[in-house]
């Protein structure tokens, strides 16, 4: 990956699940200026203007405020004001619709949150820094 600093936004009201991986991409890719977390989409809304390289969503966002828009929604929003964003859907969701609406509409990554998913995401992050430089 070339020098210049790169930033992740992390959307994703487990706390804790937010911070393993936020210290995992942090291990993996030292070069990372920034990694944020959002507990709820609607506050990642907010910061689109610093322009991430990365988003990475997961699927059920209102664990801690039930008004929160769930990540699809809050995808279809970024899209509108950032079509070319860069967005890796996290989710323990096991509908095939959202995860195929996630990828066929909105061309985003889908990830399935199990025991391989944080390896799954640096293949994907490693993929998508690689295709930005050419």
Same mark, same amino acid.
């Given at each position: 990956?070339?020098?210049?600093?790169?930033? *992740?936004?992390?959307?994703?009201?487990n706390?804790?699940?937010?911070?393993?991986?936020?210290?995992f991409?942090?291990?993996?890719?030292?070069?990372?200026? #920034?990694i944020?977390?959002?507990?709820? =989409?609607?506050?990642?809304?907010l910061?689109?203007?610093? &322009?991430?390289d990365?988003?990475?969503?997961?699927y059920?966002?209102n664990s801690?405020?039930d008004?929160?828009d769930? =990540?699809?929604?809050?995808?279809?929003r970024?899209k509108?004001?950032?079509?070319?964003? &860069?967005? *890796?859907?996290?989710?323990?969701? #096991?509908?095939?619709?959202?995860a195929?609406e996630?990828?066929?509409e909105y061309?985003?990554?889908?990830v399935?949150?199990?025991?391989?998913?944080?390896?799954?995401?640096?293949?994907?992050?490693?993929?998508?820094?690689?295709l930005? &430089?050419?």
């Amino acid at each position: 990956m070339d020098q210049i600093k790169k930033n *992740i936004f992390i959307v994703e009201d487990n706390e804790v699940y937010a911070k393993s991986l936020q210290t995992f991409i942090q291990i993996r890719f030292p070069e990372i200026r #920034e990694i944020k977390i959002f507990s709820i =989409g609607e506050t990642c809304l907010l910061e689109l203007h610093r &322009n991430p390289d990365i988003i990475i969503m997961d699927y059920f966002l209102n664990s801690k405020y039930d008004s929160a828009d769930n =990540g699809l929604e809050i995808i279809k929003r970024i899209k509108t004001e950032k079509p070319q964003a &860069n967005i *890796i859907l996290l989710s323990i969701q #096991e509908k095939l619709n959202v995860a195929v609406e996630a990828i066929e509409e909105y061309d985003c990554i889908y990830v399935q949150k199990d025991q391989e998913a944080f390896h799954k995401v640096e293949q994907f992050i490693k993929t998508i820094f690689i295709l930005k &430089n050419c």
